[in-house]
């Protein structure tokens, strides 16, 4: 906070003044009264800081620090752009002597906003010393210290904008959003142009993921400093945020033009290539940012995952034991870990361990929650004493709509054969999920409810368009097939299998052996197609869990147990399976 003094060459005093209250809930309310015209003057319509210039014998004077301060300097100076404020730093320039503490005190504001806001710029005014204590530099103090200073008085544009500066020093603005919020829109009404105030109110928003808010402040500021990097970035960053993809390359491509090697320009290409499906050019911006700054952590995780994305997975490995050298324990370190122990080396116990831990340390965070409900979900166990769709109701009670919360949700009430928890939770997500990509999971999830509902109308009519639509897609064929046995349809069933047996791949023939099985007239056919569908595809849990349900029912336990670990080898973490299999222990050696 700034220390005040009983001078008025210390303090800015203003006949209008601008109070910060205290409400009945003790929160800060600042009070700003509209700027009155000197009485000699007819009343405005638009509120100024700095009036229009007139001669200097007529001039009302504004009874503030910086009165005697040229108003076209001090124009340049609420503009606050790198070059306003150049132009203001040259307007003021004298020699040492000749400065008065006014004089000092608007130069050393101006360096420090350069410092502050436009770290890219150059300083190219000398900043005399300066002993004076005011309000103006006690407001840049405490935001460089991120404190909102609230005592400035508010008696011009300055002491009502710097204290706003911490904006750009702090991540969580949520405690002083509504004051400085307030005070910047009133900075607005004196200077709607400053780009200084268009910016700094376009980041508040945009650190408050306010972004669609934050876009005509920021492409203000933009348009007012078309030389500046940072104006253009962060408008360029909010776009990105915003979804408007499009919009963010041209104006990344606007940017490039004069910085070509901007790591946080490259940084931010690569992201909105990769989203837009040019991995090529994505991961080339990366390679660029990695030359610049080898230990980029950020830059080299977004490489590993475009990697991984790739299925190079060989490379990607590689480099995150680079990278764990230098990070460990971090959300990204950890999540990418699990991924790749799960999805390529199918160690899914150690893809446990390692999401036990990012737990630990990220209990609340949403990407670790789902992963573990992922994980929960695809190997049908419970992770740190919870299932997934346990782990997905955390991230639904604030995001109630999240599309892959409530798939994970449906997952797990499916193992449970909990239909009815799964069937509401499933008709929100396929009245939203656009199948334009290609994914049918929600769509075959949802099929599976009905039949386990009973609900064989809706089955069919959801499966029999999709199958008309897209006869090759074999997923698909899957699915539709299930609905045909699961309605009766049975004769229609084995036409079709035996109609796509001979030019199937070896995945979908080892799935039409394993239901042919079904439908076979005696117990020797039925295990002759088991073992064709093993044939075609030795990992088939389904026909190894068949064949152990066979043989159990003969109770030739030793052979179902053959049978049944070859399952739990194929998912070691299945609770179901492993009890199932020490069921058979005690039978065996009963």
């Known amino acids: 906070m700034c220390v005040i003094f009983n001078s008025c060459a210390s303090v800015p005093v203003a006949t209008d003044s601008y109070q910060v209250t205290r409400t009945a809930s003790n929160k800060t309310k600042l009070n700003i009264p509209k700027v009155q015209s000197a009485p000699t003057e007819p009343q405005k319509t638009e509120?100024?800081?700095?009036?229009?210039?007139?001669?200097?014998?007529?001039?009302?004077?504004?009874?503030?620090?910086?009165?005697?301060?040229?108003?076209?300097?001090?124009?340049?100076?609420?503009?606050?752009?790198?070059?306003?404020?150049?132009?203001?730093?040259?307007?003021?320039?004298?020699?040492?002597?000749?400065?008065?503490?006014?004089d000092k005190v608007l130069l050393a504001i101006a360096s420090n906003i350069m410092q502050i806001v436009w770290p890219t710029e150059r300083i190219d005014w000398e900043t005399p010393s300066l002993n004076t204590e005011t309000s103006y530099m006690g407001a840049i103090k405490s935001a460089k210290n991120g404190i909102y200073d609230e005592s400035t008085g508010n008696v011009d544009f300055l002491t009502i904008v710097l204290p706003s500066l911490v904006v750009l020093k702090i991540d969580d603005v949520s405690e002083i959003f509504e004051l400085s919020e307030k005070a910047l829109l009133s900075g607005l009404?004196?200077?709607?142009?400053?780009?200084?105030?268009?910016?700094?109110?376009?980041?508040?928003?945009?650190?408050?993921?306010?972004?669609?808010?934050?876009?005509?402040?920021?492409?203000?500021?933009?348009?007012?400093?078309?030389?500046?990097?940072?104006?253009?970035?962060?408008?360029?960053?909010?776009?990105?945020?915003?979804?408007?993809?499009?919009?963010?390359?041209?104006?990344?491509?606007?940017?490039?033009?004069?910085?070509?090697?901007?790591?946080?320009?490259?940084?931010?290409?690569?992201?909105?290539?990769?989203?837009?499906?040019?991995?090529?050019?994505?991961?080339?911006?990366?390679?660029?940012v990695l030359q610049q700054d080898?230990?980029?952590?950020?830059?080299?995780?977004?490489?590993?995952?475009?990697?991984?994305?790739?299925?190079?997975?060989?490379?990607?490995?590689?480099?995150?034991?680079?990278?764990?050298?230098?990070?460990?324990s971090s959300k990204a370190y950890l999540l990418m870990r699990a991924q790749i122990q799960n999805d390529w080396s199918k160690n899914t116990t150690a893809a446990v361990i390692t999401i036990e831990n990012a737990?630990?340390?990220?209990?609340?965070?949403?990407?670790?929650?789902?992963?573990?409900?992922?994980?929960?979900?695809?190997?049908?166990?419970?992770?740190?004493?919870?299932?997934a769709e346990q782990f997905a109701s955390v991230v639904l009670e604030t995001e109630p709509e999240n599309e892959t919360a409530l798939r994970y949700s449906v997952e797990g009430y499916i193992q449970k054969k909990q239909w009815d928890k799964a069937y509401a939770l499933s008709k929100t997500l396929i009245s939203k999920k656009n199948r334009d990509d290609g994914n049918?999971?929600?769509?075959?999830?949802?099929?599976?409810?009905?039949?386990?509902?009973?609900?064989?109308?809706?089955?069919?009519?959801?499966?029999?368009?999709?199958?008309?639509?897209?006869?090759?897609?074999?997923?698909?064929?899957?699915?539709?097939?299930?609905?045909?046995?699961?309605i009766g349809k049975t004769s229609q069933a084995q036409n079709l299998i035996n109609q796509l047996l001979p030019t199937s791949s070896s995945k979908l023939?080892?799935?039409?052996?394993?239901?042919?099985?079904?439908?076979?007239?005696?117990?020797?056919?039925?295990?002759?197609?088991?073992?064709?569908?093993?044939?075609?595809?030795?990992?088939?849990?389904?026909?190894?869990?068949?064949?152990?349900?066979?043989?159990?029912?003969?109770?030739?336990?030793?052979?179902?147990?053959y049978y049944l670990k070859q399952v739990l080898a194929l998912n070691p973490t299945d609770s179901t399976v492993k009890n199932l299999n020490e069921e058979l222990n005690r039978l065996i050696n009963y």
């Open 440 to 486: 049918f999971d929600n769509l075959f999830n949802h099929v599976k409810i009905c039949l386990g509902l009973g609900k064989t109308d809706e089955a069919w009519n959801t499966i029999s368009p999709v199958y008309r639509s897209n006869p090759q897609n074999e997923d698909i064929i899957q699915s539709y097939i299930d609905v045909m046995l699961g």
């Open 189 to 288: 009404e004196l200077h709607s142009e400053s780009v200084l105030a268009n910016y700094l109110l376009g980041i508040l928003y945009k650190k408050s993921g306010l972004y669609e808010k934050s876009l005509q402040y920021l492409q203000k500021a933009s348009a007012n400093a078309q030389d500046c990097f940072q104006t253009g970035y962060e408008y360029a960053s909010a776009l990105y945020l915003a979804g408007q993809l499009d919009a963010c390359k041209q104006q990344i491509d606007i940017i490039t033009e004069k910085y070509p090697s901007n790591i946080k320009l490259l940084n931010l290409s690569a992201h909105v290539s990769y989203d837009n499906s040019n991995i090529a050019y994505a991961e080339e911006c990366v390679a660029r």
């Open 509 to 561: 023939k080892s799935y039409l052996y394993y239901k042919r099985s079904f439908i076979q007239p005696s117990e020797e056919n039925t295990l002759a197609d088991l073992r064709s569908s093993l044939i075609a595809n030795p990992r088939n849990s389904d026909s190894l869990f068949r064949l152990y349900q066979i043989y159990y029912k003969k109770k030739d336990y030793r052979k179902a147990q």
């Open 47 to 102: 509120l100024t800081a700095i009036k229009p210039i007139v001669p200097e014998e007529s001039a009302p004077k504004n009874h503030t620090y910086f009165s005697h301060i040229n108003l076209n300097i001090m124009r340049d100076m609420e503009n606050g752009s790198p070059s306003s404020l150049r132009k203001a730093a040259s307007s003021l320039r004298k020699s040492e002597a000749s400065y008065d503490e006014a």
């Open 294 to 328: 080898p230990n980029n952590l950020e830059a080299l995780m977004f490489r590993i995952k475009i990697l991984v994305d790739k299925k190079d997975y060989i490379h990607a490995v590689s480099l995150l034991d680079v990278y764990s050298r230098q990070e460990n």
């Open 359 to 387: 737990l630990k340390s990220y209990p609340d965070d949403k990407e670790v929650l789902l992963f573990a409900a992922k994980l929960s979900s695809s190997m049908n166990t419970m992770i740190s004493g919870r299932s």
